[in-house]
């Protein structure tokens, strides 16, 4: 069918243009992942939204299509703890492997799910990797206190395209919104959700809203789901779609972190992940509050 007729509703400016309902979102995005559009019409559909942006009804259908399509994990013994990652290091190290590690430390299983969308940036896979814990090559179940990482390509091809979308024209599209919100899984879990501009935390917020998802969400590290270290952000929950407020934000900015390393390569991080899981580092206030808000959360969803 083509979506040249969505096109010609979203493509209009930021003031001319109309938004979609749900069921129409999710008949375009599910086309676009299934790839029987035109190169062109991607791109159209990618430059419209950037420019018009998205309602938290499109995203939903973005979603319902995405869901429809995506290869999911098999429920776990307790809820899955969803970590994406997209964005990697810039000037901090990446420490959403240490995240990860720590949460499944306290038994949950946690699943890291990533693709590089920035060349020049240190990945949480990368980090992952020296950790011995290496990209999955199929869906399997994920045990209770494992950490594992999954390719975007494993969990949807039509995903992963449209995230390479960025390297052509080089501006987000509503893909990389997607892959932050996205639930992996045919059972219970924990979305730990981040945002670097005000105007996607409050979007995000009736995403998961509208979706009745359980999930957590406060501004990331450069883009990644884990806290900043320097800082104390504002934290909020959502427990079935149910909005709570976990933490404050408080002003002020920690000039240095114990223990955090300066240098942001690949070993370094890796090696000072091991130092604070070892206990031989301290785990960052700002981490270890993270990690209580989503046991807490886990905890709801388990014992509602």
Do not use: W
Request: with cysteine; aromatic share 4%.
């Amino acid at each position: 069918m083509g979506i040249s007729h969505y096109i010609k509703e979203i493509g209009r400016g930021a003031r001319g243009a109309r938004p979609l309902n749900r069921e129409q979102a999710c008949d375009l995005f599910g086309q676009v992942l299934d790839g029987t559009v035109t190169d062109l019409e991607t791109g159209a559909f990618c430059l419209a939204m950037r420019i018009k942006g998205e309602t938290p009804d499109e995203m939903a259908g973005f979603l319902d299509a995405t869901h429809a399509r995506l290869a999911r994990f098999p429920a776990t013994g307790r809820p899955l703890v969803v970590l994406p990652s997209y964005n990697g290091a810039r000037r901090l190290p990446v420490l959403t492997p240490l995240l990860a590690l720590l949460l499944a430390r306290e038994g949950l299983p946690v699943l890291v799910h990533g693709a590089a969308t920035e060349s020049t940036r240190v990945l949480a896979s990368n980090v992952l990797a020296a950790l011995d814990v290496q990209p999955l090559a199929a869906i399997r179940p994920i045990a209770n206190g494992e950490a594992v990482f999954a390719p975007t390509e494993l969990l949807s091809p039509g995903l992963k395209r449209l995230l390479d979308v960025r390297r052509v024209v080089g501006l987000r599209n509503p893909g990389h919104s997607v892959v932050k919100l996205m639930q992996p899984t045919q059972g219970a879990c924990v979305v730990v959700g981040s945002y670097t501009h005000p105007a996607y935390a409050e979007s995000m917020a009736a995403t998961f809203e509208l979706l009745g998802m359980t999930a957590l969400l406060s501004r990331g590290l450069e883009g990644e789901s884990v806290a900043d270290p320097r800082r104390t952000a504002q934290v909020d929950g959502f427990v079935r779609g149910r909005r709570v407020a976990l933490q404050t934000q408080e002003p002020g900015t920690q000039a240095e972190v114990p223990g955090l390393p300066k240098e942001i390569d690949i070993e370094t991080t890796a090696d000072y992940t091991r130092r604070v899981l070892a206990g031989q580092a301290p785990v960052p206030d700002a981490i270890a509050q993270q990690v209580e808000h989503v046991l807490q959360l886990a905890q709801q969803v388990e014992h509602p």
